[in-house]
């Protein structure tokens, strides 16, 4: 069946680095891909999507490009803040026709910054 | 402001005590749903409506009951609830499941901690 899967966590970064969570999928149509940020005590936000291969979503300064060829959608963000420490989750939805409109999620990454 | 509701947040229970926990959508979403979330499985989507009176089962719906009787209100219900269903628990809402990233964008609600003794 369709799966996600997510690099392992926790991710320890200092502010202004450079963040990289790796996202694979496997899926037998064509998915939507989805990044998903949970902060502490509350619950989940979509950061970004993209829709078809090689679409690149992008918020907040956090960009994901849909690689159909990798079949991959990893999260990246080029200077990182104490605010952005949180746990993210990758997700697909299929687009098979009469589908569902369930999201398959990743284990989630723990991400924590630090001053 | 456009949001989805879910009471209790926190909720501790004993084994067998029927419980539910509510969930609402002020944004007129036909589709609706519930997950689980666990450590080192991620969410996993429980039960679903595709609009009042549909609803169907996700991946994990044993010791589950849901109801969709108005469009704004999506409640789960735990009729004898085990140690096993101690687990954090989301609502999510969406326009809808097709024509555009627009109706299958998901909203989450903030959670409900559930923990049965």
């Known amino acids: 069946g369709d799966s996600v899967t997510q690099m392992e966590g926790p991710v320890t970064l200092s502010e202004e680095a450079f963040l990289t969570i790796n996202c694979t999928y496997t899926?037998?149509?064509?998915?939507?891909l989805f990044w998903y940020v949970q902060y502490p005590g509350e619950g989940l936000q979509l950061l970004l999507k993209?829709?078809?291969?090689?679409d690149k979503g992008s918020n907040k300064g956090f960009e994901a490009t849909y690689r159909k060829e990798t079949t991959s959608f990893h999260l990246e963000k080029g200077s990182v803040q104490v605010s952005d420490s949180a746990v993210y989750f990758c997700?697909?939805?299929?687009?098979?026709?009469?589908?569902?409109?369930?999201?398959?999620f990743g284990t989630g990454t723990l991400l924590a910054v630090q001053p | 402001e456009a949001q989805v509701t879910q009471n209790p947040r926190y909720l501790i229970t004993v084994t067998g005590k029927k419980l539910t926990v509510t969930c609402s959508q002020n944004?007129?979403?036909?589709?609706m749903s519930w997950y689980r979330q666990d450590p080192g499985l991620g969410l996993r989507q429980i039960y679903y409506?595709?609009?009042?009176?549909?609803?169907d089962k996700g991946d994990v719906p044993e010791g589950y009951k849901v109801s969709r009787k108005e469009k704004r209100n999506f409640p789960l219900i735990l009729e004898s609830p085990s140690p096993n269903q101690t687990s954090l628990y989301f609502c999510?809402?969406?326009?809808?499941?097709?024509?555009?990233?627009?109706?299958?964008?998901?909203?989450f609600g903030p959670g409900t901690r559930l923990l049965v003794l």
């Open positions: 409506s595709m609009n009042v009176e549909v609803t």
């Open positions: 997700a697909l939805k299929e687009r098979r026709g009469g589908a569902t409109n369930k999201l398959i």
């Open positions: 999510a809402s969406s326009p809808g499941t097709s024509g555009g990233s627009y109706q299958e964008t998901q909203y």
């Open positions: 944004m007129n979403h036909e589709y």
């Open positions: 899926a037998t149509g064509y998915p939507s």
């Open positions: 993209a829709t078809k291969a090689d």
